[in-house]
């Protein structure tokens, strides 16, 4: 008596294919109709991206804008939002006036050329000083 192996399943009836190759190909298409939409909702064109890449604050504003020690001051977070190193005592920091929030100068001085606002919220400085 030779032992037989089972017989295979059946391939999928071919309607099955179609309907998952249909499927994919119209989830194929609509995410690329999303992702062109997302990019038209932005309005924006390369050349005012490309204008927004040095429009962070001069060297000038970084250097008016007010430090401080972190020594007596109690800070919400014990993170720096960047680096997310925790700060030390006597270590030179920025808060920003509206929104609070405190990082190493070290940090958003590097975050500031390129940007001017703040990395957590955003909130704007443009023509603010610090």
């Known amino acids: 008596m030779a032992y037989h192996p089972p017989p ?18 119209y989830l194929v298409i609509c995410y690329l109709l999303l992702d062109i939409i997302d990019e038209s909702a932005e309005g924006e064109d390369l050349e005012s991206r490309e204008g927004r890449r040095n429009s962070g604050l001069s060297e000038e504003e970084l250097q008016e804008a007010p430090c401080f020690q972190q020594t007596e001051i ?27 929030h405190v990082f190493h100068k070290h940090c958003i001085d590097l975050w500031l050329v390129r940007r001017p606002t703040c990395p957590i919220c955003r909130t704007s400085f443009v023509g603010r000083s610090l």
């Open 74 to 100: 109690i800070i919400a977070t014990s993170l720096c939002g960047i680096c997310l190193d925790s700060f030390a005592s006597k270590e030179v920091c920025r808060m920003f006036p509206d929104c609070k």
């Open 8 to 25: 295979s399943p059946p391939p999928p009836p071919l309607p099955l294919l179609g309907i998952i190759g249909i499927l994919f190909v």
